[in-house]
């Protein structure tokens, strides 16, 4: 039987880990541009930690991890005959592989509260899971990149965000869109058309505008329970446009009837402001119907999309002022972001926005010529590994031909033959592999050369 890996994940070559060391670096150098310091946590959590904390969708998408040993002992027999896995779950599971880096966060930030100078800021970089049906652009293996500050409410951390994720996509050279809404104005249009209730359901609902358009929307709605005068009420709300401050204008003569939309509103006009005033190089955009389908979200939502390629939010994040709450932490306020690095892998590759850098480690490659020249070679390599230039050598002493494909295939930029005059000169020969030019320079010569190329 061919070996194969499960659905949803992939393996990556060294030339792809050196496209996408390329981006992990990239966003943790803004990060840390930005104040932001990292931390880790394991893969797998209690499952009591995860549950609950991404809704009734998130909850089903969950990786959960069996027990160890005999996981059927003590389980309930008749659960296991009725087929009941939500009642089952708990007995057989007390792991699960962890969904998202943000809960993860706020159970580290409860957990180590003592030890934490706040407002604390922390990056994380690490594999996350979820249970999805595998599609372009949505794998169940993938990385995120995320950055929170807790223990501050101020909306300068907010504007600080977009500027950090505005730099993390100039550095990248990928253009975007930068959509903004408020949970408190989305409670705010829930209020309005009589069903703060259902704040939940309306905001799992329209967060599909994109994908299922308004009218399955508004079918979905009709299903959870909403009135049909309800979901005709919605749909100008969600219709409305503008420019930015057109919209804003028109969603605070909309919510001047609800207190908490008035307070999402004077928040989105702060943060937008903030934040066009320092400049963005983003196009930024406020969207009513941006929910991002979290509970956890209570302030400030954020999504980029890319503009030049069809695919899912490239990055997303928001303000949540109660989620160490359920740790028994309360009176924390958080804002983060999440920039999803497989997704941007994605878009890179088909823009082929990588640098040449990027795309390979070796800089030059030593041809090998029998023993003695390949001993010179190893001592001219080390010198060069000493200016920072990484080299190796063709371990077999095989024909040119092809050892020089072998370079090619790799990439290498720089090809070095050691012969017996350049042995004599203490010297090597060194050829462009891109433009075919060849120099004979000492060691020390070959690095410059390189380094600038």
């Known amino acids: 039987m061919k070996p194969s890996i499960p659905k949803g994940t992939r393996d990556f070559s060294p030339a792809e880990m050196a496209k996408r060391n390329y981006i992990f670096n990239t966003i943790r150098e803004v990060f840390g541009l930005f104040g932001y310091n990292p931390i880790e946590t394991p893969a797998m959590e209690n499952l009591s930690t995860l549950m609950g904390k991404y809704g009734e969708e998130g909850d089903k998408l969950l990786f959960k991890i069996l027990n160890s040993g005999d996981f059927l002992r003590g389980a309930d027999m008749k659960l296991i005959e ?27 930030v409860v957990q180590h509260r003592n030890e934490l100078q706040l407002p604390f800021k922390r990056y994380q970089i690490q594999p996350v899971w ?17 950055a929170d500050v807790v223990g501050s ?9 977009l500027q950090m994720i505005d730099e993390v996509f100039r550095r990248l050279k990928i253009r975007i869109q930068l959509k903004l809404n408020n949970r408190k104005v ?33 079918a979905e709605l009709i299903e959870r329970g909403l009135s049909q005068q309800a979901v005709e009420a919605l749909r100008p709300i969600l219709e409305i446009s503008g420019t930015v401050e057109e919209r804003l204008a028109q969603l605070e003569k909309l919510l001047a009837g609800s207190e908490t939309g008035m307070l999402g509103v004077r928040e989105l006009r702060e943060v937008i402001e903030g934040t066009m005033a320092l400049g963005l190089d983003a196009e930024l955009d406020l969207d009513v119907s941006l929910a991002r389908g979290l509970n956890y979200y209570t302030g400030t939502i954020i999504e980029v999309k890319a503009k ?18 359920v740790f ?32 390979t480690s070796t800089q030059v490659m030593f041809v090998n010529f029998g023993h003695k020249e ?11 590994r000493g200016q920072g230039i990484a080299a190796e050598i063709y371990p077999d002493e095989a024909k040119m031909k092809k050892q020089m494909a072998y370079a090619n295939a790799s990439g290498v930029p ?37 380094a600038k190329a």
Do not use: H, W
């Open 374 to 384: 390949a001993e010179a070679a190893m001592r001219m390599i080390k010198i060069l």
């Open 328 to 359: 028994g932490m309360g009176g924390l306020s958080g804002v983060g972001v999440s920039f999803g690095a497989d997704r941007i892998y994605d878009v890179l590759n088909a823009l082929d926005l990588y640098p040449a850098d990027a795309r």
């Open 186 to 218: 989305l409670a705010g249009i829930a209020e309005l058309i009589g069903e703060p209730d259902k704040m939940v359901d309306i905001t799992v609902a329209i967060d599909k505008i994109d994908k299922i358009g308004i009218d399955n929307v508004n």
């Open 308 to 325: 030049d390629v069809a695919i899912g939010s490239i990055s997303g994040g928001g303000r949540y002022d109660n989620l160490t709450g």
């Open 130 to 146: 979820r249970a999805d049906r595998p599609q372009k652009g949505r794998y169940r293996e993938f990385y995120q990149c995320d």
């Open 414 to 450: 720089f090809v070095a033959m050691v012969g017996e005059s350049e042995m004599e000169q203490g010297k090597l020969a060194l050829k462009n592999m891109a433009t075919g030019e060849q120099v004979t320079v000492d060691p020390l010569e070959a690095a410059a050369i390189v």
């Open 82 to 108: 009725e087929g009941n896995c939500t009642r089952l779950t708990p007995q057989l599971c007390e792991k699960g592989l962890r969904y998202d880096l943000t809960v993860p966060f706020a159970r580290y």
């Open 153 to 161: 409410d101020s909306l300068l951390n907010e504007i600080e965000l």
